[in-house]
């Protein structure tokens, strides 16, 4: 796929029943796509359950996870959106700095987007332990 890796996107938890139509009619709205892969099983012809997409810029791929996230349900199934972090530095995570004076002016979307930070970083950290392992 086309495009930079900080602006791509990866859609998982995707039920084998959803048309790459739909998915890319979805996925268009939050902005200009370059590229877009939808996987499929070749002896069954469908899904196999994930999706890439590469939009314009970082900006736009940022907005989607945003916009879609724990927002869209296809056939019963909530689809997982995460912004591919390979070349984000771990001081652009948006997570918010915990302190004892913090104030409350923080709304259920900042903590959303934080546990969806924080759920990002710990699958990376599963991923690297079990390449470790494998070594």
């Keep these: ?51 890439f997409v590469a939009y314009k810029s970082s900006e736009v791929a940022d907005y989607a996870v945003r916009l879609f996230y724990n927002t869209v349900v296809l056939y019963g199934k909530c689809l997982k959106f995460e912004l591919n972090k390979n070349t984000m530095a771990l001081s652009e995570s948006p997570i918010l700095p915990l302190t004892e004076d913090m104030e409350a002016n923080f709304t259920m979307k900042d903590i959303r987007d934080t546990l969806a930070e924080i759920e990002l970083l710990l699958k990376k950290a599963r991923r690297m332990l079990q390449m470790l392992i494998q070594r």
Aim: glycine share 8%.
């Design 1 to 51: 796929m086309k495009g930079e890796q900080n602006c791509m996107v990866y859609i998982g938890n995707i039920d084998d029943h959803v048309p790459e139509k739909v998915l890319y009619e979805i996925l268009i709205q939050a902005g200009p796509i370059l590229d877009f892969s939808f996987p499929v099983n070749q002896q069954t012809k469908k899904s196999k359950g994930y999706a």
